[in-house]
């Protein structure tokens, strides 16, 4: 079946640094793909969605200038956690779709995560 | 606008019991419904989701959900609890409206626990 790959699956950052998480479609084109934030024994919380070739769409509270996303192809999304703060630390998801897919059909996929650790 | 309520945010089974992880929505159409799990520092698996076919739905790993319009729910049931089931559980509801498939909407979660 269809992958998606998440990089990296764990990061450890001092308070001020950046970092970059990757998201890839292994083996599909995702024309669109979304991040989710999951803070520990909580849900998932969607923070933005991402189209290729345009701005990503941001949920409201979400700071965009603080979390960058870019997705300059069909395979590839990264978030970018711009001067992290140990408040910033948690669980990210990303997941992929395909377009033309309909709402519950098999093309939407989960990464495996990502767990920030800002100290 | 949609929400998911799931309720019980611990649920303790003894192997070989029945599960019942229970998920009501809310929602003004239809919607499509989803059931994930999550192990630990992983990402999520879906386990099986309702898109207006028949309304009991059968997913992997034994567990199947049916969609109850009356009670606008879509409970998650096991006849037989293994160990390996012990994980997080989400239930989701695809957002109407949206022009991106996959935008969904989480419930808070349930762990369940297996109990040899």
């Known amino acids: 079946g269809a992958v998606v790959s998440q990089h990296p699956s764990r990061v450890i950052c001092k308070s001020g640094t950046s970092v970059k998480i990757e998201c890839r479609s292994l083996d599909f084109q995702a024309t669109t793909m979304f991040w989710y934030r999951q803070f520990p024994k909580q849900s998932l919380m969607l923070m933005a969605t991402?189209?290729?070739?345009?701005?990503?769409?941001?949920e409201q509270g979400v700071e965009k200038d603080k979390f960058l996303i870019n997705h300059a192809s069909l395979t590839l999304s990264t978030l970018t956690v711009t001067s992290a703060h140990p408040e910033d630390s948690s669980f990210y998801i990303c997941?992929?779709?395909?377009?033309?897919?309909?709402?519950?059909?098999?093309?939407?996929?989960f990464g495996s995560g990502t767990q920030l650790s800002v100290l | 606008a949609q929400s998911v309520t799931q309720l019980g945010s611990h649920v303790s089974v003894s192997e070989g019991a029945l599960v019942l992880l229970r998920c009501n929505y809310s929602s003004s159409v239809p919607p499509y419904l989803f059931w994930y799990v999550q192990y630990p520092n992983q990402g999520l698996q879906l386990l099986l989701k309702?898109?207006?076919?028949?309304?009991l739905v059968k997913g992997i790993n034994g567990f199947e959900a049916e969609f109850k319009k009356s009670e606008t729910s879509f409970h998650l049931t096991k006849p037989s609890a293994h160990m390996s089931d012990a994980a997080e559980y989400f239930c989701a509801v695809s957002e109407l409206g949206s022009s991106n498939t996959g935008k969904l909407i989480f419930g808070q979660g349930t762990t369940l626990q297996v109990k040899p």
């Open positions: 997941s992929a779709t395909v377009r033309g897919a309909y709402i519950g059909n098999e093309k939407l996929f």
């Open positions: 309702y898109t207006s076919a028949a309304t």
């Open positions: 991402s189209n290729e070739g345009s701005k990503a769409t941001y």
